[in-house]
């Protein structure tokens, strides 16, 4: 029973981001109000077969939140995803791992509670010593709402993702 319900960890490459907002002076002048980071966060991972095995084909989600240090509540995080790959390891008749959603449109990076970014699912019979590694999972984030009537002060926060049962 211990191996069912220990943790999956996800592996997070990137740096962190520095927003530079340029001085305001005049409502509508020399402000954009969103931001994209420039650079992409890369998720991967891998979920053993005793996970796939509890999850019994439903799917793995990976999702997120923002836990700020310093912030404004007027200001959004989005995050939106792009690639991923998965490879099934071991012996498994007519499986596959798939990952899905977080693609079309920037989805908010909530604070306290938790947003979906994608899942992965499985099909298939799971077979001898099977596995799922999944990677190149691209991330880019955004922020959104900056505005004049915020005041002028370094804001921060830490994006935690976490995967589990879908």
Known sequence: MGNFIQGQ???ITGTSWTVGVPTITEAGTNYAGTYDNPS???????????????L???GA??????????WN???KLYAKRSNGTTVINGLC????????????????IPQGTSATLSTITFGGVLGVNNSVDYSAISVQLQIGGIS???????YSTQIVFTIGAN
């Open 73 to 75: 509540s007027s200001m």
């Open 9 to 11: 960890t996800i592996n």
């Open 40 to 54: 992409l966060l890369t998720l991967s991972g891998h979920l053993p077969g005793s996970f796939l095995n509890l």
């Open 56 to 58: 019994s084909g439903s």
């Open 93 to 108: 008749v007519l499986c596959s791992a798939t990952i899905n959603g977080g693609t079309a449109n920037y989805i908010e």
């Open 61 to 70: 989600r990976i999702s997120m939140q923002h836990v700020p240090t310093s």
């Open 148 to 154: 004049v009537t915020i005041p002028a002060a370094a």
